[in-house]
């Protein structure tokens, strides 16, 4: 079944304790990406990647770190998590670029205390 | 950079009814136009896009128009039904290559009443 797996898919944890959400996708697409879906805010891009080893900056990067290592794994990494932080994650995929088709993750909901 | 409104915020219909959702962007080279839909606690997904070679768009009950010239496009449910209760995103980018960020509304809520 063609997917977009994250995890953990909730996950509660201190500030300042360095974590790692992970998202795979088995469609062989060549660009992933990164969002944050806060109230009223919609869904703001934090990082993308066009492809192996190729990633850039989205509108909300501070505070992430992303790598894409594989075609199929794009972790999303907080090295130091603030409250700010606490948000609905959702990883996503497309065949060839932004402008095709985005399949999501299930979400990850994350609390900073 | 890119810039999308969308407009309501909240949307509440009798079954039945239409129900419109309209955005503006503000790149004028914008050329690709998807809908997301989230139903409560799931994740988004496409139900529906355009590109700005065409002025209009149709599946079934729901049909996407643009407005190159205003910059604003729009997405219509007729005969609506209480599944199609849910947020809606639209989003705008202006990429050929797509290695531009897509560009997110704020959504909206939209309310079927059975």
């Known amino acids: 079944e063609a997917q977009v797996t994250q995890n953990p898919r909730y996950l509660i944890t201190v500030t300042g304790k360095k974590l790692t959400v992970t998202c795979s996708q088995n469609?062989?697409?060549?660009?992933m990406s990164w969002y944050r879906q806060d109230p009223g805010l919609g869904l703001r891009q934090i990082y993308y990647?066009?492809?192996?080893?190729?990633?850039d900056k989205g509108d909300v990067p501070e505070g992430y770190k992303v790598s894409r290592k594989e075609k199929r794994n794009f972790p999303l990494i907080l090295e130091s998590p603030s409250p700010n932080q606490t948000s609905l994650y959702f990883c996503?995929?497309?065949?060839?670029?932004?402008?095709?088709?985005?399949?999501f993750g299930q979400g990850t909901r994350l609390t900073v205390v | 950079g890119e810039n999308v409104e969308q407009h309501p915020s909240t949307l509440s219909v009798q079954e039945g009814d239409s129900a419109v959702i309209k955005c503006t962007y503000s790149?004028?080279?914008?050329?690709?136009f998807p809908w997301y839909k989230q139903e409560l606690g799931k994740r988004p997904q496409l139900i529906i896009d355009?590109?700005?070679?065409?002025g209009e768009k149709k599946d079934q009950r729901i049909a996407v128009t643009l407005n190159k010239t205003a910059k604003h496009f729009s997405l219509h449910i007729t005969e609506t039904q209480p599944e199609d209760s849910a947020v809606y995103f639209c989003?705008?980018?202006?990429?050929?290559?797509?290695?531009?960020?897509?560009?997110f509304g704020k959504g909206t809520r939209l309310s079927v009443i059975a």
């Open positions: 996503a995929s497309s065949r060839a670029g932004s402008n095709t088709e985005a399949f």
């Open positions: 469609m062989n697409h060549e660009y």
């Open positions: 990647s066009m492809n192996v080893e190729v990633t």
């Open positions: 790149d004028s080279a914008s050329n690709y």
């Open positions: 355009i590109r700005s070679n065409v």
């Open positions: 989003a705008a980018i202006s990429s050929v290559s797509g290695n531009t960020p897509l560009v």
